[in-house]
C-alpha cells in the first residue's frame, strides 16, 4: 500500500524559486511507494497550518524549505505518528545536515525513497517548539539584524558572515543568570546556545557532541572573547573543536531557566524574536518522528521501532 506524502513548500526559503521544484521531486520520487500531493506556503505560520490539516490524512510530512520552515512543519506534527521529511533550500540547513540529509534535491529524494525513520527529541523555548538550535545572545542579535535589513532577501553563509563582522565591533556581551535541573549558573556570555543538534548550519558546529536522541540539550555558553580570537573561533565551529576553547562552556540538562537583565532577541531555528527577561527551556523526549539520511548516526538511547513499522506497511 502506498504511503500519502505531502510535500509543503516554502516558495522564498533560501532566495530561490520553485517554481519548478514538485516536477524536480517527482523526477526521482519512487512512484511505486508514495502517493504525493504538493501545496505551496503562502506566508508566516501557513506551513504551520498546512501541516497540522495534514495529521491523520498523510503519513509523511515534508518540509521544502529551510530551518524556519522546517520547524513550521515539525511544530504541527510533533508528538504525532506524522512522520517529517525534508527537503533542504534554505541557506543553512542545519537539522537536514545534522541528519545526513544530502543537499541537492536528487540526493535528499533518493534518501526519502529509502524511508530510515527515527524518532528524534524536540525542545520548547518559552512554550514553543524548536528543533535544531534556540539562543541569545549575538546569534540571536545577528538573526534579528538580519531579518530586518535591506538584505534580509540575500540569505546565505556569506551574507550572514557579513553582518557578523560589521556587528561584533559594537556588540556588549550580557550576563545572565542559569538555572539547568536544579543548579545554578551566573555567567558573562557573548552568546548562549541550547543545542539539541550540533550545529547552527552550514556546517558550523557550536556542540560537537550534541544528540537528537539524548534526551537532553547542549547549554553552550560562549564567553567573551578577545576581538582577534574571532577568526579562531569562527574555525573551531568548522573543524567541530569549539568544545575544546577555553571560550566555551557547554552543561548538558533537560530544564533550563535563564534570566536577564532585559528584554531582546532569541531566536528558535534561526528565526528572531523579540522576549523579555526570562526564558525556559525544556526537552522534550522522543516526539517527532523524521526521515533521516544514511550517514546519520544513531544515538545511545534510542528504541524506535517506527522506521520498522513503515517498511512493513509499505509490502
Not at 533550500?89 to 543537499?103: A, C, K, Q, W, Y
Not at 533521516?292 to 517498511?311: N, R
Amino acid at each position: 500500500m502506498k504511503k500519502k506524502v505531502l510535500f509543503i513548500v516554502n516558495p522564498v526559503s533560501g532566495g530561490k524559486k520553485k517554481d519548478g521544484v514538485p516536477q524536480l521531486i517527482r523526477n526521482y520520487l519512487d512512484t511505486a511507494l508514495f502517493d504525493a500531493t504538493f501545496s505551496f506556503s503562502e506566508g508566516i505560520t501557513h506551513a504551520r497550518e498546512l501541516a497540522k490539516q495534514a495529521i491523520g490524512q498523510y503519513d509523511v510530512v515534508v518540509a521544502v524549505g529551510g530551518d524556519g520552515t522546517v520547524n513550521e512543519v515539525a511544530s504541527a506534527i510533533v508528538n504525532s505518528d506524522t512522520a517529517l521529511g525534508i527537503i533542504p533550500f534554505g541557506s543553512g540547513n542545519g537539522l537536514s545536515r545534522f541528519l545526513g540529509i544530502p543537499m541537492d534535491v536528487r540526493g535528499a529524494v533518493e534518501t526519502f525513497n529509502k524511508t530510515r525513520v527515527e524518532t528524534i527529541d524536540s525542545a520548547l523555548f518559552n512554550g514553543q517548539p524548536f528543533f535544531n538550535m534556540a539562543g541569545l545572545g549575538f546569534d540571536a542579535h545577528i538573526s534579528n539584524v538580519f531579518a530586518q535589513g535591506k538584505n534580509a532577501k540575500k540569505r546565505g553563509f556569506y551574507s550572514y558572515f557579513k553582518s557578523s563582522v560589521q556587528e561584533i565591533l559594537n556588540y556588549k556581551s550580557q550576563s545572565y543568570h542559569i538555572a539547568i535541573d536544579g543548579r545554578e549558573y551566573d555567567r558573562e556570555a557573548f552568546m548562549l546556545s541550547f543545542a539539541n543538534s550540533s550545529q547552527f548550519g552550514n556546517n558550523a558546529h557550536v556542540s560537537p557532541k550534541a544528540s537528537v536522541q539524548d534526551g537532553m540539550l547542549d547549554v553552550c555558553v560562549v564567553k567573551p572573547f578577545p576581538l582577534y580570537k574571532f577568526p579562531e573561533m569562527a574555525l573551531r565551529m568548522f573543524n567541530k573543536t569549539a568544545d575544546k576553547s577555553p571560550y566555551v562552556e557547554i552543561i548538558r540538562g533537560k530544564r533550563i531557566h535563564v534570566t536577564r537583565t532585559g528584554q531582546g532577541p532569541a531566536h528558535l531555528d534561526g528565526e528572531p524574536q523579540i522576549i523579555g527577561t526570562d526564558a525556559e527551556i525544556n526537552i522534550i523526549p522522543r516526539s517527532l518522528n523524521v526521515i533521516v539520511g544514511e550517514g546519520f548516526v544513531k544515538g545511545d538511547d534510542t528504541k524506535s521501532t517506527w522506521g520498522t513499522l513503515v517498511t512493513s506497511n509499505n509490502n
